[in-house]
Structures are given as structure tokens and as C-alpha cells.
């Protein structure tokens, strides 16, 4: 299917009848290369877990920027976030069964011990019955299973089962929370006090998302059938009943949102991402798990649509549950990245390999997967927690295939790891990808998900201190024993109003866990499919001319003679397969189906058709600019404070230049930069700090560049203004000609401008990187020692860790409907300043400080000391330091 909205169209994914360009043989790697990364993979989960245990335990997550941990409460709220914190330690219960796969047998023994003696869940605080089921109780229940298998070992003796006493005193905490009539569960319970009641601060909610009800069975199952208490097991399979019960009968669809108490829709766009992903995991899972043949159908059914509607290879696009033809939105979640795994488990492999190759490059495209990117693989949301569905449909699709192109996939996800989230105190999540700013949090999943996949990728089968094919994985990759499935103490399957399911038939099962051997006879099979979607992601490979039938010229129709209104052109748009919808803000909006065109030639015209329809609004339309960096590269800062800025429409274009403009930064005089400066001696060969305001940006820079200066930075005079809350916005000229402007202008709002003042202040000479997106410093340095002495007055020439350049929520990842670009073009005006500007892409929050140093929260810190800042560096920075010089 194909879309055209708001001036904005899917990619041209024509390239997928022409196979064989630009084909690239994979190589296989070698048993040394593979255990090489497979202890890098140890090493990189030594720094996460080390950190959190010496710098946050027993917080429940590490704030890996500033060195301590996230206690809920003590730190400000980040909303339905923090909902997954219940001061239960959570990072140390989510990574037991890591430390276990990952042969860790003496630190998890002492993690055990720890999580017996010191966690207490009789706490008075309000949770997330989804996290808290998925991290929380998943998490005792795979450290259980991996006791116990230690224990039928002869290790670990002593223990008695504690994590399971503990995973069941949860459950019962969490049970209240399915006291509704429909069975479904509220979003949230009160640990302590439950859900009814003034003490327990919740109970008033009316509706839950899908995924939220629907991804329980697999933890309250095994809750079950290792305690012989039923209870559990029967209050999930009730609300797996009530949701299926409830889907869409004519789609067979579920909707992102439902009432808990009426089972009506409130949201009824439907996909495979956020709000709905596990639900369709855990059907499957559970029938692998609990051997329960209606849940198979039940998956059958809903995947049998989801390819129908959803699916458009490589694109997995939401619909709208009672009009599935109809697109739902013009961008995707990164939480479907772990569909291609699931499709793996499911035995439909191509469409896997076509839909991770898609997420692939657009990985490669901005070094991690953004929250949200459009259908045309631009940044939607550009936010990055170290989401882990990635690395695990990864693994999946290389334990199915045995294809070495998968294993250069999951190098690709260390490397990225390595140079662009690690920190001295643990991995950052990226809270902008384009700029390569970070986020002052690790979350959980990380740590209990990432490296588990990553390590199983590169594991031999000697590696592994058990066989995995004995577990099943749930959605936090916990590990749940397969022999559950003949517990003798678990219930029958109940019967749900008294519903009739449909008799099984043999069509239920085909393409169930095949034997993938059979599959893939010949090892370019996959590759064949994966090259087509790398030339329409990357644009590398041109589309070869297509044959075209005796007769057949030109389109029918080109998109500049196009009219709406025109009968006649409406009927050609029907022929091709394209039709036109009305929307009710008076936009059109355009979507092919090319199995509706009257033929392969026709359906052809169609593509044709929207992507001249795409060029033609896009020349239409002013050009978005992304935020560009401003990178402290001198002493002691040396690349790793990066703060987001907004750039110019006019003077020299960062995108284009290889290495940005470096120079040390001077205060212009006068300081707004509205008349000739007076200390042009000083100014030029540097870059210029400007204050906004008084007079057009344009005129700034020309007056700073007549001074001599090589760059300009513009700093708002809005005291507490912060790319984290403001929109980023582009600086627009003066309405005359700005050709004669050659050097770089960017903006910064006044909370990032402070910091870079603050150290102006402090250190007398301060040299900054003015480029599209951070550098790492291997790049600015150019394999140098580092200029400048380090904090202990050194320079030994061992550089310091990259740092440069989107939780495990399942609501929907993006707050808003895509905006109609050409309605956000108009310029604006600040009272008082004469400058006009335009709002930039991606519009949203940035968090400006890297690599240990904390954002200032308010205008008092805003005054602190950086000397203060760098203090708790240091002892970092000698570890940081020595890691070098082991080259790891």
C-alpha cells in the first residue's frame, strides 16, 4: 500500500520487483572474531551491572550521567515513566537471569542473596501492573528457574525456593488490580494497599492499553504451575479471554486502548508497536509455553490480518480496526523491531528478514533506532532508551537462518553502543539521535534484555552454561522452563462465557516452527531479499529502467497536471490503484493499493505517480534543517559536553562540511552584534557569542563576519529558555539576499548558552566544534593525545571514552498526530526582537549535557561552579583512562 499525507508519501518500494543490484556476498565470520565479541559483550555488560551496583544499588534503575541512583521521589517526575520504579531494587531483580546465561554463577549467587536479604515489596507506592508484571515478577521467576537449575547441578545448595516465595507475595500484591468486571486489569495497583481506597492513590482509571492486559499470562502461568496455586494463571487467561472476545470481528483486529469496565475501544488504530506488541507475543509464547491450542488460533487469526492489513513488507504501518484499508499514521514505533522475531518463532520468514532489514538501515542511517521515524525513514521522535527489540530479532533471525550478515548486524549494535552511549558510569540512553545528546538514565530492560541477546548472537553452544531451547523468553527475555507445560497442578483451560472456539484444522499450524534448514537451501536466499530494501532505504543503488509493455509510454497522469476536482483524473487515480480521501482540515490525502490498479503496468504508473507526487510537495514546501551541535572540545570538557543548537537558513551549511568549524568562542561588543564590533581584534579567527535580540540574526552575522570571526553563536535573551521544554527553531534572514553570509550562524536557547558562558567564565579559553551532529573525539583529534592537561595534570595521550552522538513503555511513543509541514512554515515573531524564525524539524525537548554532567536544573544551578560540575568526573576519568590504555 502506498500513502501520500500531508505533502509526505511512502519511499519507493518499486525497487523490490528488481532484485539482484547492488549485491553484496555476507562473509562468514570466524570462531575468533565470534568469541572476540562475544567478551566484549561480557565486558560491556561488567561496566553496565559494576555501576549499578557500586553507584545506585539498591536504587531501582542508574543515573549513568551523574553517577548515582533514580530513586522515585528524590528525582524530578518523568510521568508514566517512573511508574516501572517501585523501590524494589529493580535493575538487580530484572538482570538475575542475565548473570546466569551469561556464566556469572558467583555474582549471581551474590545477587540472590542480596535480593533475599534487602528487597521489601511491601511498599507504599503506586506501579505499573505491565512493568511490574514483566520486570518484577518475570525477573524472580527467571532467577528461580535459573536457581533451581544451579541447584539440580550441585550449586547453590542452600537455597529453598526464597525467589518464589517472593514472586508470589508480589502476585498476590498485584491481583487486586484484576478486580474489575471485565477481568481486565487496572493500569496501576498501590503495593501495599491495592487499588480500592483513598491510601491507595489510584483505582480511578477507566481504560488500559492492550499490551498492558494482554502480557501476563506467560509470568502469572508459571506463577502458577510452580506454586500449584491456580488463582493466578486463571485471572490472566481471563483477560487474554475478554481481549479476544473484543477484537474487531470483521478485521479480526485489536485496538491500542480499551476500557477496562465496558471492553470498548477508546483507541482504535491497531498495529504491531507500542500499546499492542506483547499481546500478539504472549499469544504465541503461552501456547509454546502453556501448550494450549486455542491460544494458537487464536495468534493464527490475528496474524493471518495483521499480514492482510498491517503489513507492507517492509513496512509494518498501523490501521485503523474498522476500516483496516485505511492507514492510521505516517510513522512507526521502534518497539516493532522485535516483530521480525516473533515472525522467526511464527515460521513466516521473509517478511522477518525484509522488515529487520528495513530497521537495519535505518539504524545505520542514525546510528540507533529512533523512537519513532517516519515512512520515509526520517526522525520522527528522536529520542533512544537502549531498546533492546532490535539486538533481539536479531538473534533470532541468525539462530533461524545461520546467515553471517546477522552477526555483522549485531557488531554494528556494540560498536554503536561503545562509541556513542557509553559513559564512564554506565550507557546513556540518547535523548536526540541527530545530535547524539544524551538522556540521564539506564534503563532496566537494558541490562535484563541487551546483553542477553547479544551474547547468545555470538555464543558457540559451548558457551552456554544450559540449552536455551529448554526456556522460553518473555517479553523482558526472562526465562521460563518449557517443562511448566506438564505441571500436574495446572488448570484446564476455562471457559470464558461460555464461548465456543472454532475447531482446530491443520491450517492453524502451517508455517509453525519449521525447520528452517529446509528453508534456506541456498545461503543468498535471504540476502536476495535484503538488498532491494538497503537500495530504497540508503538511495545507494539507482532503479533500473523497467520493461515496460508494447504500447505503454509515459504515465497516464502526471502528478504537476494533477487536479482533485477533475473527473477524469480521479477515474485515471482509480485504474492505478490510488485513492483519494477528503480529511476534515481540508487536507487530501492520497494511498495506493496496487493490487486494486487494473494491471501490473497500471499499478506501476501508480508508484510512478506518488513519487512525483513526493518531489513535486517537496519543492513545494521550505526546507525543514535538523538541529546542529555545539561540541566543548578543550580542556577539561574534550568533546563530551554536547549542546543542541538550531541553525540558520542562511550562511554556511554544517550538513555539508566533514569536519564542522572548530575555533575558541569571544564575547562580541557590543554583545547583541546590531553595529560594527568594537573589538574586532579579538573576535576574528574566533567564533562570536552574540545575544538575541534588537536586530535581525542576518545582520549579526554579518557584522561578526566583517570582524573576521569563522563562525557565530547567538545565545536567547529568554532567561530559563531550554531546548528540553521549547521548540528548536531555525534562524531566518532578513528578506535580502544572504548569499554574501559564508560562515556558520547557530542559536542557542539561554539554558544551554549559560553553559557554555559559565565556562567561558571559568576557564578563560574555550574551543567548541560547530558541526551537524557531535563527533567523537577520535574524529576531532585525529588519533592525538588529547590537547591540554587532564584533571591530574597529564597527558599521556590515552583518550577518553566516545560519548558523542529513544522504556519499555507501551503507550503510544509520539503525543501528537503527524503536523502538516507546510502549516508549520510560517515565521513568528518575539516581542521586542526584530528576528523572525521558523520552527525546525523534529520539533521536541534536547538534553544538552553529556557524560557526567548534570543538566542545571534551575536558574540557582545555573550559577554553580563548573569546577563543581568536573569534581565528580575525576575519579571516573582515571578509570576512563586506564580502560584506554587496555584497549578495551
Excluded at 364 to 387: C, G, I, M, S, Y
Aim: charged share 25%.
Amino acid at each position: 500500500m502506498w500513502m501520500l499525507h500531508s505533502a509526505t508519501m511512502l519511499p519507493a518500494f518499486w525497487l523490490l520487483f528488481f532484485m539482484g543490484t547492488c549485491i553484496r556476498l555476507s562473509e562468514t565470520m570466524s570462531r575468533d572474531e565470534k568469541s572476540k565479541l562475544r567478551i566484549q559483550v561480557l565486558e560491556m555488560f561488567d561496566h553496565a551491572y559494576r555501576n549499578y551496583m557500586d553507584h545506585a544499588y539498591p536504587a531501582d534503575e542508574l543515573m549513568p550521567l551523574t553517577c548515582r541512583g533514580r530513586v522515585r521521589g528524590l528525582e524530578p517526575s518523568r510521568g508514566d515513566v517512573d511508574d516501572a520504579l517501585g523501590k524494589f531494587s529493580l535493575t538487580l531483580i530484572d538482570t538475575l537471569d542475565t548473570l546466569a546465561l551469561l556464566n556469572k554463577t558467583v555474582e549471581f549467587e551474590e545477587a540472590v542473596r542480596r535480593v533475599v536479604k534487602d528487597v521489601r515489596l511491601d511498599n507504599d507506592i503506586v506501579v505499573s501492573v505491565f512493568e511490574t508484571n514483566i520486570r518484577v515478577l518475570g525477573g524472580l521467576l527467571g532467577g528461580h528457574s535459573m536457581a533451581v537449575m544451579l541447584k539440580e547441578n550441585g550449586q547453590m545448595v542452600w537455597y529453598q525456593n526464597e525467589l518464589l516465595h517472593m514472586a508470589k507475595d508480589l502476585g498476590l500484591r498485584l491481583l487486586p488490580a484484576f478486580n474489575t468486571s471485565s477481568g481486565l486489569p487496572y493500569p496501576r495497583v498501590n503495593l501495599r494497599h491495592g487499588v480500592h481506597g483513598p491510601e491507595t492513590r489510584t483505582g480511578t482509571e477507566t481504560e488500559t492499553c492492550t499490551a498492558c492486559a494482554g502480557t501476563i499470562i506467560l509470568e502469572f502461568a508459571a506463577l502458577s504451575r510452580f506454586t500449584g496455586d491456580p488463582t493466578f494463571e486463571a485471572h490472566a487467561r481471563r483477560a487474554l479471554d475478554f481481549l479476544w472476545e473484543k477484537r474487531q470481528r470483521n478485521s479480526n483486529l485489536v485496538g491500542t486502548t480499551i476500557n477496562i469496565h465496558s471492553g470498548e475501544w477508546v483507541r482504535r488504530d491497531s498495529g504491531v508497536g507500542a500499546g499492542i506488541d506483547s499481546y500478539y507475543e504472549y499469544l504465541m509464547k503461552a501456547y509454546i509455553l502453556l501448550g494450549d491450542d486455542q491460544l494458537l488460533l487464536r495468534f493464527n487469526t490475528h496474524y493471518a490480518s495483521i499480514m492482510k492489513y498491517i503489513s507492507q513488507p517492509p513496512l509494518l504501518l498501523d490501521v485503523h480496526i474498522h476500516k483496516p484499508l485505511l492507514p492510521a499514521r505516517t510513522w512507526m514505533d521502534s518497539l516493532l523491531a522485535f516483530f521480525p522475531g516473533l515472525q522467526v518463532l511464527k515460521g513466516d520468514i521473509r517478511p522477518a528478514i525484509e522488515t529487520h532489514e528495513m530497521l537495519y538501515q535505518v539504524t545505520k542511517k542514525h546510528n540507533f533506532l529512533p523512537e519513532a521515524f517516519t515512512t520515509d525513514f526520517r526522525v520522527h521522535w528522536a529520542q533512544h532508551p537502549l531498546r533492546p527489540e532490535f539486538a533481539e530479532s536479531t538473534y533470532f533471525l541468525y539462530k533461524a537462518t545461520r546467515d553471517p550478515y546477522y552477526l555483522e548486524v549485531g557488531r554494528t549494535v556494540l560498536e554503536n553502543l561503545n562509541r556513542f552511549a557509553r559513559v564512564p558510569c554506565g550507557f546513556a540512553a540518547m535523548k536526540d539521535v541527530r545530535t547524539g545528546s544524551h538522556e540521564d538514565r539506564m534503563d532496566s530492560f537494558f541490562l535484563a534484555e541487551m546483553f542477553k541477546y547479544l551474547f547468545l548472537l555470538f555464543a558457540e553452544e559451548e558457551d552456554l552454561p544450559f540449552n536455551v531451547e529448554d526456556y522460553v523468553f518473555t517479553t523482558e527475555a526472562h526465562l521460563l522452563p518449557l517443562s511448566l507445560s506438564t505441571a500436574s497442578n495446572s488448570p484446564a483451560p476455562p471457559v470464558i462465557n461460555s464461548v465456543v472456539i472454532e475447531e482446530l484444522d491443520d491450517l492453524n499450524f502451517e508455517w509453525t516452527c519449521p525447520n528452517t534448514r529446509l528453508l534456506f537451501p541456498d545461503p543468498a536466499f535471504p540476502r536476495n531479499f535484503r538488498e532491494p530494501i538497503r537500495s530504497a532505504v540508503d538511495k545507494s543503488c539507482l532503479r533500473p529502467i523497467a520493461h515496460r509493455e508494447p504500447g505503454m509510454g509515459r504515465p497516464p497522469l502526471r502528478a504537476q497536471d494533477f487536479m482533485a476536482n477533475n473527473p477524469e483524473h480521479l477515474e485515471l487515480l482509480r485504474r492505478m490503484g490510488v485513492s483519494l480521501i477528503h480529511l476534515k482540515d481540508g487536507r487530501v490525502q492520497l494511498v495506493q493499493h496496487a493490487t486494486q490498479a487494473v494491471s501490473a503496468v497500471a499499478a506501476e504508473d501508480g508508484m510512478r505517480f506518488m513519487q512525483e507526487m513526493m518531489e513535486l510537495s517537496s519543492q513545494q514546501q521550505k526546507e525543514q534543517l535538523p538541529p546542529r551541535a555545539v561540541q566543548i572540545v578543550s580542556h577539561p570538557f574534550f568533546g563530551r559536553v554536547v549542546l543542541t543548537a538550531g541553525p540558520a537558513q542562511f550562511g554556511m551549511d554544517l550538513s555539508k562540511s566533514s569536519s564542522g568549524v572548530r575555533g575558541f568562542v569571544t564575547v562580541a561588543e557590543p554583545y547583541n552584534g546590531c553595529s560594527e564590533l568594537s573589538n574586532g581584534e579579538i573576535v576574528a579567527g574566533r567564533i562570536a557569542l552574540l545575544q538575541r535580540g534588537q536586530c535581525m540574526f542576518a545582520e549579526k552575522a554579518r557584522h561578526v563576519q566583517k570582524a573576521g570571526a569563522i563562525g557565530g553563536i547567538v545565545i536567547d535573551d529568554n532567561e530559563g529558555s531550554s531546548s528540553d521544554t521549547a521548540p528548536l527553531f531555525q534562524m531566518a534572514g532578513d528578506g535580502r539576499n544572504t548569499d554574501d553570509v559564508t560562515l556558520p550562524l547557530l542559536f542557542l536557547f539561554h539554558k544551554e548558552g549559560n553553559i557554555l558562558l559559565e565556562a567561558l567564565k571559568e576557564y578563560k579559553e574555550v574551543e567548541v566544534l560547530l558541526s551537524d551532529k557531535a563527533r567523537d573525539r577520535e574524529a576531532i583529534f585525529k588519533g592525538k593525545a588529547l590537547p591540554g592537561a587532564l584533571l591530574d595534570g597529564t597527558t599521556d595521550g590515552a583518550e577518553e571514552e566516545d560519548c558523542s552522538t529513544e522504556e519499555r513503555d507501551h503507550s503510544s511513543p509520539a503525543p501528537s498526530e503527524p503536523v502538516d509541514q507546510s502549516q508549520v512554515t510560517t515565521q513568528e515573531q518575539t516581542a521586542g526582537d526584530s528576528e523572525s524564525v521558523q520552527p525546525a524539524e523534529g520539533l521536541g525537548s534536547y538534553v544538552s549535557v553529556d557524560a557526567g554532567e548534570e543538566p542545571p536544573a534551575d536558574e540557582d544551578s545555573n550559577n554553580q561552579s563548573v569546577d563543581s560540575l568536573m569534581a565528580d568526573w575525576q575519579e571516573d576519568l582515571e578509570a576512563f583512562k586506564q580502560m584506554e590504555k587496555d584497549e578495551l
